[in-house]
């Protein structure tokens, strides 16, 4: 059985943190690339960071130093920490497991950055 389930959303302000966290299950967390996607209404989903089996890590230019992925092999989880987060960063947060082609995505998390 495929799941991806996220946690962690809410409304912040500019300037503050944030953590997101999604759980896989256990054959998508262990043969699958990881990462988070983030949309706002209107517009195209928007990569923003990735982790690999290994552990190494890419960020989407928008994020790089203040978003961190990282993952929990216990827990067969995933984090994203959004540090400075900024009005801009408002947006549906996705988790996402890409195997063999395909795409497994969770159901979205609100993050709202506003003053």
């Known amino acids: 059985q495929v799941y991806l389930a996220e946690s962690g959303g809410g409304m912040v302000q500019p300037g503050d943190s944030l953590s997101l966290s999604c759980k896989f299950s256990?054959?998508?967390?262990?043969?699958?690339?990881l990462g988070w996607f983030r949309q706002v209404p209107g517009k195209a989903r928007e990569w923003v960071a990735s982790i690999a089996n290994g552990g190494s890590t890419n960020y989407a230019a928008t994020t790089e130093g203040r978003f961190t992925i990282s993952r929990d092999n216990l827990q067969n989880a995933v984090s994203l920490q959004m540090n400075t987060l900024k009005p801009e960063d408002t947006a549906v947060y996705y988790c996402?497991?890409?195997?063999?082609?395909?795409?497994?995505w969770g159901n979205g998390t609100l993050v709202t950055v506003s003053s």
């Open positions: 996402n497991a890409k195997q063999n082609g395909n795409h497994y």
């Open positions: 256990a054959r998508l967390f262990s043969k699958a690339a």
